[in-house]
Each structure stands twice: as structure tokens, then as C-alpha cells.
């Protein structure tokens, strides 16, 4: 299982992400997603969420369950790092 964020302060731009998201995952808060990924579910996400060029914020995602590395798309606010501890407060 995958926990997928986003913080994006464009309207446009935001609602391009919730739509990928929307045929992923069910959503759990406004910008917070739970999504079941096998290998290339996760690939074709990736390669979906990057076409989309978000520039006025971040999308991250953190594996749960197993040993597969985060992966993040959009601009990263300075100081934080694209792979983060494996504790979830949400």
C-alpha cells in the first residue's frame, strides 16, 4: 500500500492530480490518498503524475507496506527530502 500526499496551490493544476489520483486510490483526505500499487500500476502512475509538470507544488509517495523507496513529483519545498521515515501521522 501506498500513502500518497500532495500540496499544490494551483486550482488547475490541483485538480489534474486529483483525477489521476481518483483512478488509483480511494481518497482518505483532501489531499491524501491510500492506493493499492503492484510494480506497474506504480510505474504508469509515476509516468502519469510527472506529464502532468506540476509547478506550483508536490505530490510524494511513501510505500507502507514492504521495502520499495518513496518516489516524489512537482518542486519540492526547501529542507524537505524525498524520502522520509517510515512513521505516517496523518
Not at 27 to 55: F, I
Request: hydrophobic share 40%.
Amino acid at each position: 500500500m501506498h500513502i500518497i500526499a500532495y500540496d499544490i496551490t494551483d486550482d488547475r493544476e490541483r485538480l489534474r492530480v486529483s483525477r489521476v489520483l481518483d483512478g488509483y486510490g480511494q481518497r482518505v483526505q483532501a489531499s491524501v490518498y491510500q492506493c493499492v500499487l503492484d510494480a506497474g500500476l506504480k510505474a504508469r502512475l509515476r509516468r502519469e503524475l510527472d506529464r502532468l509538470n506540476v509547478e506550483t507544488g508536490f505530490i510524494m509517495a511513501w510505500c507502507v507496506q514492504g521495502e520499495e523507496p518513496s518516489f516524489c513529483a512537482g518542486r519540492l519545498p526547501d529542507g524537505v527530502p524525498a524520502k522520509e521515515p517510515r512513521i505516517f501521522i496523518i
